[in-house]
Antibody
Framework: QVQLQESGPGLVKPSQTLSLTCTVS??????????WSWIRQPAGKGLEWIGRIYTSGSTNYNPSLSSRVTMSVDTSKNQFSLKLSSVTAADTAVYYC?????????WGQGTLVTVSS | SYELTQPPSVSVSPGQTASITCSGD??????ACWYQQRPGQSPVLVIY???KRPSGIPERFSGSNSGNTATLTISGTQAMDEADYYCQAWDSRTSFVFGTGTKVTVL
């Protein structure tokens, strides 16, 4: 059973960089058969796809966030990561990681990141 | 940017059928997925490739997609189906897009 777990600081100051890691268990990221995505959800609002990364390091980002997003993968740790720069209060949200498997499945439990001074 | 529009809310009586629509330009030309999100939980995929159910998803969940509208149908709705539902599709310009979300209330 594939499981994903997000980790990282729950509080980030405005203008700084948000950094999150997703640890995958029950499957190997390096198997090369899936993309791995980040998705976020502000409180009480809908879902927004941030971007995805393949085992090779190939990435696709949401055009609305692409100037601030960087994703990377560490196959030795079975992890992939998200960096979002120059954050503002509008970036406050629950951040999810998910496997792309003809849809996003499964999802991690999500981690709340608050942008505040 | 590409947008997927859903009704904000749908109400249904237990045992009845709930239909949730998702509208987008030429949506039928792309595959649609549907997710269920119960309060305080992560989304769960309930329909992929327009009509297919992942393992473990009850048969009462079904989907269709044609023209500009995808539809999620819940037959014989149960109290446990009360949740937010989101459609999702791929657009060549904006990559993955989610719908605005629909809150299903089982009265």
């Amino acid at each position: 059973q594939v499981q994903l777990q997000e980790s990282g600081p729950g509080l980030v100051k405005p203008s700084q960089t948000l950094s999150l890691t997703c640890t995958v268990s029950g499957a190997s990221i390096s198997s090369g058969s899936h993309f791995w995505s980040w998705i976020r959800q502000p409180a009480g609002k809908g879902l927004e796809w941030i971007g995805r990364i393949y085992t090779s390091g190939s990435t696709n980002y949401n055009p609305s966030l692409s100037s601030r997003v960087t994703m990377s993968v560490d196959t030795s740790k079975n992890q992939f990561s998200l960096k979002l720069s120059s954050v503002t209060a509008a970036d406050t949200a629950v951040y999810y990681c998910a496997r792309e498997n003809q849809g996003f499945d499964p999802w991690g439990q999500g981690t709340l990141v608050t942008v505040s001074s | 940017s590409y947008e997927l529009t859903q009704p904000p809310s749908v109400s249904v009586s237990p045992g009845q059928t709930a239909s949730i629509t998702c509208s987008g330009d030429k949506l039928g030309n792309n595959y649609a997925c549907w997710y269920q999100q119960r309060p305080g939980q992560s989304p769960v995929l309930v329909i992929y490739q327009d009509t297919k159910r992942p393992s473990g998803i009850p048969e009462r969940f079904s989907g269709s997609n044609s023209g500009n509208t995808a539809t999620l149908t819940i037959s014989g709705t149960q109290a446990m189906d009360e949740a937010d539902y989101y459609c999702q599709a791929w657009d060549s310009r904006t990559s993955f897009v989610f719908g605005t979300g629909t809150k299903v209330t089982v009265l």
